[in-house]
Nanobody, 126 residues
Framework: QVQLVESGGGLVQAGGSLRLSCAAS????????MGWFRRTPGKEREFVAA????????AYADSVKGRFTISRDNAKNTVFLQMNNLKPEDTAVYYC???????????????????WGQGTQVTVSS
């Protein structure tokens, strides 16, 4: 099992920044990638970004490219999501996820991730 704990959410004005963290523990060796997803009421969980533990290749949703940056600290089993120039439409509960992913295209599908955190609320006011 892998446990994931997110932190760093909060309330920020449009144009501001937040940094989310996700600390992984347990059998992290059973995973090779981490991702961030978000969900707003009445909508499906939406892919935001993902990163491989080894090599650090990344993927981003078009809606966050150029504003969000995903990074990792392998020594601490922690993944970060730096969110800049936040917009009201970024308001959501953000979840981190871990899995053993195959091809690059698999990053985007939440069903490919085996482990999920509890989520952290991000609210962007206009």
């Amino acid at each position: 099992q892998v446990q994931l704990v997110e932190s760093g959410g909060g309330l920020v004005q449009a144009g501001g920044s937040l940094r989310l963290s996700c600390a992984a523990s347990g059998r992290t060796s059973s995973t090779n990638a981490m991702g961030w997803f978000r969900r707003t009421p009445g909508k499906e969980r939406e892919f935001v970004a993902a990163i491989r533990w080894s090599g650090g290749s990344t993927a981003y949703a078009d809606s966050v490219k150029g504003r969000f940056t995903i990074s990792r600290d392998n020594a601490k089993n922690t993944v970060f999501l730096q969110m800049n120039n936040l917009k009201p439409e970024d308001t959501a509960v953000y979840y981190c996820a871990a899995g053993l992913l195959g091809s690059f295209s698999s990053y985007y599908n939440n069903q490919n991730y085996n482990y999920w955190g509890q989520g952290t609320q991000v609210t962007v006011s206009s």
